[in-house]
């Protein structure tokens, strides 16, 4: 008892003296060990201490009863986490965790559903020779795009994406697609066609400003639907898609004759069956049949988007099947990357005059470009196009590390020579003022900040094949000094 009255000789509380007490009667009962008393302990230790004489009855009992109470609340706080554990437990799968990982998405626990922000931001500048005053020849400043974008997966197999160019208020891609496994993926909507590796390359990954003459005779996006795959993944693929024929954000308009266009691509990486690292031997064969409507025909405008050189009259009679083949190479070994195409595109059909006609368009560029940072081009090729380029030490304010720096050189050619201004009406005459062929010669500088940012400084000179009318006279050539500051995420 001589604890007792030593802890109330302490003026302790009630409760604080008791504990007292029994950590003293504890370190007796022990030869002066201390140790915790678990609660299911506690109370085989009180009547320990009850038999020893250590605890009068009420103080016996009140310990005993407080001890119980302590032992109730764990069992209850216990109970409470469990509970929330298997309730976070329950809710996992559907809850959406954020991350920004070159964009801004939302995952699901089960990594079974997820969405996605996107968007890309260019703002250009160009810069022209040309003394005249045709509006595409004005020194300007223009928001080439402004992307904004959303697209996602459900249930793991069905991704979708709705894209706009608020720049230029037109919808860019809206598509459903499901997927298969590698071997086998079916996408219907509006989308780019799968024709030209140069084309394939989103805008934001491209290796110069613009992209190449042959571009004019590319399918480009359309509304359709595709069933495509890589039987090798990045080595061997092939894609199959029926499209409208028309252009993006345009329906089938003519009735009478249903001629979609039908188009095919196959591409096969040779590097990695030869097993060469840090290397990309890329083919790809593309063709293309359909129709064009009534009253159109094709054109061609300079890489540095200034002068329109090439500008027959339109086709008429009842229909023009359109037959386009091509041809892609890229050669790439760490740093260096060569790529080329061609392109031929055939024009046939019956004028209005009933004249037969069967014209050709010939197009193809050859690029060289060096990473002079030592960024591999094998590390952002698919079978698919470029992607993102990430410099080895990304450009930051204080510290040392200055982007990504690559130098390119392209030349590219669009030959129509069968367009000539002596052509029967309706059957391809190249109208006055424009010419049947120019070439371009593109030298371009880019600088990669970081992953998400791209600044491009291009010099473009395009020589035509005879004079081009322009307000105040003719021009034999254009010159043009661009510029991009580019974002997307």
Do not use: C
């Not at 064969?285 to 129709?291: D, E, K, M």
């Not at 990304?394 to 069968?418: N, Q």
């Amino acid at each position: 008892m001589g604890s007792n009255t030593k802890a109330n000789n302490l003026g302790l509380p009630n409760l604080a003296r008791k504990r007292v007490i029994l950590a003293a009667s504890i370190a007796a009962l022990f030869g002066g060990l201390s140790a915790p008393a678990h609660s299911a302990d506690s109370e085989a230790l009180i009547d320990k201490l009850r038999e020893k004489g250590v605890l009068s009855e009420q103080e016996y009992q009140e310990m005993r009863t407080e001890t119980r109470a302590e032992r109730r609340a764990q069992a209850l706080k216990e109970a409470n986490e469990e509970e929330k554990k298997a309730k976070k437990a329950e809710s996992a799968p559907s809850e959406l965790t954020g991350r920004f990982k070159d964009g801004f998405s939302w995952e699901s626990g089960d990594k079974q559903h997820s969405i996605s922000l996107s968007g890309r931001i260019q703002a250009d500048y160009r810069s022209f020779d040309n003394d005249s005053t045709n509006a595409n020849s004005a020194n300007t400043f223009d928001i080439r795009r402004a992307y904004l974008g959303v697209s996602g997966k459900l249930y793991n197999d069905w991704t979708f994406e709705v894209t706009s160019d608020v720049a230029n208020s037109s919808l860019e891609y809206a598509y459903v697609n499901y997927k298969a496994g590698d071997v086998v993926q079916v996408r219907m909507g509006a989308f780019k066609m799968p024709f030209s590796f140069e084309e394939l390359t989103s805008s934001r990954f491209i290796d110069y400003q613009e992209r190449s003459l042959v571009n004019a005779l590319i399918p480009g996006k359309d509304q359709g639907f595709m069933i495509y795959g890589e039987p090798v993944k990045n080595t061997v693929g092939y894609w199959l898609a029926v499209a409208n024929g028309s252009g993006k954000n345009a329906d089938e308009a003519n009735a009478a004759v249903d001629g979609k266009d039908l188009i095919a691509r196959v591409a096969v990486n040779l590097a990695p069956m030869m097993e060469l690292s840090n290397t990309v031997l890329h083919l790809g064969v593309n063709y293309a049949s359909g129709t064009i409507p009534v009253g159109a025909a094709p054109s061609g405008r300079t890489e540095g988007r200034g002068l329109t050189f090439f500008t027959p009259a339109a086709f008429d009679g009842a229909e023009t099947d359109r037959e386009r083949t091509g041809l892609e190479g890229v050669l790439a070994w760490g740093p260096v990357k060569v790529q080329s195409e061609w392109v031929k595109a055939n024009f046939q059909g019956t004028s209005a005059g009933a004249v037969g006609y069967d014209r050709n368009i010939d197009s193809y560029y050859a690029a060289v470009n060096w990473m002079i940072t030592g960024e591999q081009y094998a590390e952002n090729y698919t079978l698919g196009g470029m992607r993102a380029i990430k410099p080895n030490n990304p450009f930051k304010k204080g510290a040392d590390g200055w982007g990504g720096w690559e130098l390119g050189v392209r030349y590219s050619v669009l030959d129509a020579g069968d367009f000539t201004a002596t052509n029967a009406v309706g059957t391809g005459v190249l109208t006055a003022g424009t010419t049947n062929k120019a070439d371009a010669l593109t030298v371009g500088l880019k600088w990669i900040p970081n992953t998400n940012t791209r600044v491009y400084l291009n010099y473009i000179q395009t020589d035509f094949d005879t004079p081009v009318a322009v307000v105040g006279g003719t021009a034999d050539s254009e010159k043009a000094i661009t510029l991009r500051a580019a974002v997307f995420f």
